[in-house]
């Protein structure tokens, strides 16, 4: 049985290959999204009911396009109704005295 011994230079080689692994994710783009999504994948996505869904669509809250009798969202449109619709938290909310 053979005893490898690991040096403080084969550490230092990998911490910075490692680093340099690490650098290159989170620097690479993030994959992109998809821009269309059918109506199961936004109910999904949201965390909503068909019936909720429908809601939105017919109080004009999100739009959609209809080919064929299926429904298709933007991703885009989405992004913009969840950030139209953001609550900002209340600072003191664990802060009472």
Do not use: C
Not at 72 to 88: A, F, M, Q, R, W
Request: proline share 2%; glycine share 4%.
């Amino acid at each position: 049985m053979a005893i490898e011994v690991i040096t403080r230079e084969d550490l230092n080689e990998f911490r910075i290959l490692l680093l340099s692994d690490l650098s290159t994710m989170f620097n690479s783009k993030p994959q992109q999204q998809k821009q269309w999504l059918k109506s199961n994948e936004v109910r999904k996505l949201l965390n909503i009911s068909s019936g909720t869904l429908q809601n939105l669509r017919v109080n004009g809250t999100l739009t959609y396009t209809k080919i064929g009798g299926i429904l298709y969202y933007s991703s885009n449109d989405l992004e913009k109704v969840i950030e139209t619709n953001k609550v900002e938290a209340t600072p003191n909310l664990f802060n009472r005295k």
